[in-house]
């Protein structure tokens, strides 16, 4: 079982450690229908759509993204 000060204290180094990255992603994968976008996104005509991922890595917000958009689809 998990202590929660340990967790809490994991929750808080990880939000310490956290950096903004940026994840492209074409126009067409992303899906605007009303619901919240969960990251702060930028486009410009033609190109593809900036999101904005606080994140560890550059790994885990393109992960991040994908999840995002998987559940679009859904």
């Known amino acids: 079982m998990n202590n929660p000060h340990i967790e809490a204290a994991r929750a808080i180094e990880r939000a310490k450690n956290l950096q903004e ?3 492209f992603r074409d126009m067409a994968d992303i899906v605007f229908d009303g619901a919240p ?8 005509m033609g190109g593809p759509v900036e999101l904005r991922v606080p ?7 393109e ?6 958009l998987k559940g679009q689809r859904a």
């Not at 994140?55 to 917000?61: T, V």
């Open 37 to 44: 976008i969960p990251y702060d996104i930028n486009h410009v």
């Open 21 to 23: 990255f940026l994840v």
């Open 63 to 68: 992960s991040r993204v994908d999840a995002w």
């Open 55 to 61: 994140a560890i890595d550059q790994a885990e917000a």
